[in-house]
């Protein structure tokens, strides 16, 4: 069971330049997540997608888009990346409906903004 | 708004020890709570949930109680292994069901190592 697959796993950027972080999950949820992780911080939500169609923002948003390409994918873009968004990513899915299931997570990408 | 806070790190135990990770939060209504853990090179994985008051979540000889009067889900085990060694987050999310297992609030992490 693949789960859900982010690639890439590693990726070393210079201020300025952009890039897409991609996931897929196969578990057909109908709800998506990224979040960031930052030392001694725990984890960050900046963006989920409810169900295809729709996105919104978390809780820390600013500098990042996000494309849900179909029930499977969801995407986040860095369009001008900057030292602070060195971090590491993870997407996540979960269920939806009534009862809900939960999140599974991805294995993260390492960003490295130099 | 939301938060967790986790006992300030890191924890380091002898194989067989008794473990207690402390988790406290604050929200409004009435969350659902998680513990979450994360090995090296790897992503999160749930270890154990607790959706309402007094309901205890175990996983791998691993337990929290949902204590609303003291706003608390500590983890605890009784007999950790070398094999625990890992973060482990705790999290909350409000109501049920939708997006909420997935919208959480995470605690700052807590790095256990258990040495043989």
């Known amino acids: 069971n693949a789960g859900v697959t982010q690639t890439p796993k590693f990726q070393v950027l210079k201020t300025g330049q952009s890039m897409t972080l991609q996931c897929a999950q196969d578990?057909?949820?109908?709800?998506m997540y990224w979040y960031r992780q930052d030392p001694g911080m725990g984890l960050r939500l900046i963006y989920y997608?409810?169900?295809?169609?729709?996105?919104d923002k978390g809780e820390v948003p600013n500098g990042y888009n996000v494309s849900r390409l179909n029930k499977r994918e969801f995407s986040l873009r860095l369009e001008s990346a900057a030292p602070s968004q060195t971090s590491v990513y993870f997407c996540a899915s979960s269920g939806s409906g009534v009862r809900g299931t939960e999140a599974f997570f991805g294995q993260g990408t390492r960003l490295t903004v130099v | 708004g939301n938060s967790v806070t986790q006992m300030e790190g890191p924890v380091t135990l002898s194989e067989e020890a008794f473990l207690t990770i402390n988790c406290t939060y604050t929200?409004?209504?009435?969350?659902?709570l998680f513990w979450y853990v994360q090995y090296p090179g790897e992503g999160l994985q749930l270890l154990l949930k607790?959706?309402?008051?007094?309901d205890k979540g175990s996983n791998k000889g691993f337990e929290a109680t949902y204590r609303k009067e003291t706003t608390s889900f500590h983890l605890e085990k009784g007999s950790v292994q070398v094999s625990d060694s890992a973060v482990y987050f705790c999290a909350l999310s409000e109501g049920a069901g939708g997006t909420s297992y997935g919208k959480l609030t995470f605690g700052q992490g807590t790095i256990l190592t258990v040495h043989p």
């Open positions: 578990m057909n949820h109908n709800s």
């Open positions: 929200a409004t209504g009435y969350p659902s």
């Open positions: 997608s409810a169900s295809e169609g729709t996105t």
């Open positions: 607790a959706t309402k008051a007094d």
